[in-house]
């Protein structure tokens, strides 16, 4: 039989190993929860929230499997569970948003950050999410499809989708008016683009249950 | 816990593309902050039921 130390050695505490995961994860978790949220305060709520939510359901986690997959699905999944209890995530508020974007402004080969940071804010959910998986979090088609729990024709045809109205919404109609909503937009233009994409918003995100242990 | 590479499609989506890049830079900007106190005091909490744990066996 082995001792008790070597034993140690070779099985470290699943435990320390799970949070050590976490730890790592963690400031991708904020980044991903500040991109989804347009308050600062409410994103760092939210990864909090994950933070514990993944612990208290650490056992139903296999090892070896996709942490990083299941951590941002587990914050997906609160997210909207938050989204549907609390209208100020939805609401558009172009002067909150003016005051809570904490990206300084920067020049990103001729685009401002800022612009890209606030157009985000005017996508549905569901195309920025995807835009963040991939573009900020450099995730795979198929590994968004695990985080979202959809196909990954789906995530590919949201990414394009949310591409182009980020782009219209960054190059803006002639007056410098981004469209608010369908009825008070502008249709010329690549607000034309941009009056297409919001049509095809879906008005309800799939949501993937919570693991039970998680509650 | 799986290291993710990068991914195939990578290239098709950052290359040359600034909005991408722009999203990366959002990205790196906040998670290169400092963790506030609040993750630092959840993550103690955890150290203190892993510890619990282990003095329980």
Known sequence: MAPASASTATNPDPDKLFRDQLVALLPSLRAFARGLCRHRDMADDLAQDTMM???????????????????????????????????????????????????APAQQDGINVDDVAKALQRLPAQQREVLLLIGANEMSYEEAAEVIGCAMGTVKSRLARGRLALAALIDGPADGVLPASPQQRRVDGHGQNAARVFDDVLREPPHRTMPASAG | MAKASKPENQDEVIGGDPIAAALKQMHDAVASEELPDDFLRLLDEIDTKITAKKAAH
């Open chain 1, 53 to 103: 939510r993944a612990w208290a359901a650490r056992a139903s986690y296999t090892e070896g499997s996709n942490f990083r997959a299941w951590m941002f699905m587990i914050m997906r999944n609160q997210f909207y569970t938050t989204l549907r209890k609390n209208s100020r995530m939805t609401t558009l508020d172009p002067e909150v948003a003016e005051r809570v974007l904490v990206v």
